[in-house]
């Protein structure tokens, strides 16, 4: 009888062992098609990728890309043209009054009003707007293409 004891013993640790097994790879497979998903389903919405050329804008072919005349939505930001995000700045969007625009002094002076548009942000700056326009262009830099330079006229 203790020969069988010691048997029923040995199974029981196979089978715990296997359980365990069982359930680590199972939570693995788990994770990894998860990952899987988030990683298929991560571009889906963004248009294709096409190579970005150059160019110069006037303040009137700048106005052309507000996301309504034009499907793409640009700023300019210390004439500095950036291709930027239409849910941000697209129609409808919180700063849609900004797209196609020269904005740099609108972001030095924090105007939502869209009175600061295409002007220039050098004259009568204070050195705090400036500093916190260069923290702008830090962040544009930072997340947008460049897509030209803006030509003041």
């Given at each position: 009888m203790d020969k069988a004891v010691r048997k029923l013993v040995k199974v029981g640790k196979?089978?715990?062992?296997a359980a365990a097994v069982s359930v680590i790879?199972?939570?693995?497979?788990?994770?990894?098609?998860?990952?899987?998903?988030?990683?298929?389903?991560?571009?889906?919405?963004?248009?294709?990728?096409?190579?970005?050329?150059?160019r110069s804008f006037t303040a009137d072919e700048l106005q052309e890309y507000d996301g309504v005349r034009k499907s793409d939505v640009y700023v300019s930001v210390k004439?500095?043209?950036?291709?930027?995000?239409?849910?941000?700045?697209?129609?409808?969007?919180?700063?849609?009054?900004?797209?196609?625009?020269?904005?740099?002094r609108c972001l030095a002076k924090s105007d939502l009003t869209g009175d600061e548009i295409n002007k220039d942000w050098r004259p009568g700056s204070t050195e705090e707007e400036l500093q916190q326009l260069e923290g702008w262009v830090k962040?544009?830099?930072?997340?947008?293409?460049?897509?030209?330079?803006f030509?003041?006229?």
């Open positions: 196979v089978l715990a062992v790879s199972r939570a693995i497979i788990q994770r990894l098609y998860k990952l899987h998903k988030i990683h298929c389903h991560r571009g889906q919405g963004i248009r294709p990728v096409k190579p970005i050329v150059q004439g500095v043209v950036y291709e930027v995000a239409p849910q941000f700045y697209g129609p409808g969007q919180p700063y849609h009054i900004y797209a196609g625009r020269e904005i740099s962040k544009f830099e930072s997340r947008y293409p460049v897509v030209g330079w030509i003041w006229e």
